[in-house]
């Protein structure tokens, strides 16, 4: 009798080897990330203010942008993020940006700005990018690299909450083909919403206009 699961089974190992990679979550052979576990890791939360961190709408910034995140950082999240950063698996990025542009209508924007990759970080890519690739393509929305880190900033891997809180309003700098532009953020998670609001402030005084950021998870406060 034909054995089914033998022969998926030793399609899996062939792909393996031809390919080898596995979800992180269901750990299936030959794929990235499983649609299945992509959208049981990802529901919208509830909206932050972008200037302060807060619960949105914000009573301090009553017209400030919206943090938007599609899971908390933590359990299996917090795994498949560092196997993004950590991993040498820039092809999540991708998909988990595209699984992010579901959570949500998609925006008027013209650009989306991903968070700069640090100068001195040791990653071989920028998985903020990586996300926004993703999420850009499903909204056709174009991905510009415009902004980067200040030369005297300390990179991000490392600091703990007060520290990054105290990243300055000169922590980014953001180029003038950014002026006129409507613009999202893109990041892997928000810890403080210190970052953000830097790499925000950075784009309003650059002349953008920034609508909102939206990041795969939020560390709960």
Known sequence: MFDVSRLRLFCDLLLHSLWPVECPVCGRLGAVLCPGCLEALLRPQLPRCLSCGGAAPCPSHPRGAFVRSGALHEGTVRSVIHKLKYGRTRALGPILGRGLSTLWERPYLDALIPVPLHPRSPRRYNQAEA????????????????????????????????????????????????????VGLVDDVCTTGTTLSCLASACAAAGARVEGAFVLAHVPR
Request: charged share 35%; glycine share 16%; aromatic share 6%.
């Open 131 to 182: 996300i926004a690739s993703g999420l850009g393509r499903a909204w056709r929305v174009p991905v510009r690299e415009l902004g980067r880190w200040a030369c005297d900033v300390p990179a991000r891997t490392g600091l703990g909450r007060e520290e990054r809180k105290r990243l300055g309003a000169g922590a980014f700098e953001v180029a003038s083909e950014a002026r006129g532009l409507r």
